[in-house]
Nanobody
């Protein structure tokens, strides 16, 4: 079955950086679009970034210029490099995969940014 396993979350001070990873199994990784979403307490899950099978990235306006999404097809892994973190980036970050829409989700990794 499809598994997406996130790692790399944690507690960081404002202005700091974290690098999230998501390892996928059970899919032909190279032909899947991959993405990151996040959900803060009391809020709906929101789009953060995604990357097409061809490597083209797309970002939410709130993270553009601070976050970078990348993929390594040889390792079945997608990354989210997060720089200049802000307290409002605090959320559970979810990895997602899909070919026509995102229909596979990981369990999430907590990111907490202190002020």
């Amino acid at each position: 079955q499809v598994q997406l396993v996130e790692s790399g979350g944690g507690l960081v001070q404002a202005g700091g950086s974290l690098n999230l990873s998501c390892v996928a199994s059970g899919i032909s990784f190279s032909i899947y679009a991959m993405g990151w979403y996040r959900q803060a307490p009391g809020k709906e899950r929101e789009f953060v970034a995604d990357i097409t099978s061809g490597g083209r990235p797309n970002y939410a306006d709130s993270v553009k210029g601070r976050f970078t999404i990348d993929r390594d097809n040889a390792k079945n892994t997608v990354y989210l490099q997060m720089n200049s973190l802000k307290p409002e980036d605090t959320a559970v970050y979810y990895c997602t995969a899909g070919r026509y829409g995102f229909d596979h989700w990981g369990q999430g990794t907590q990111v907490t940014v202190s002020s």
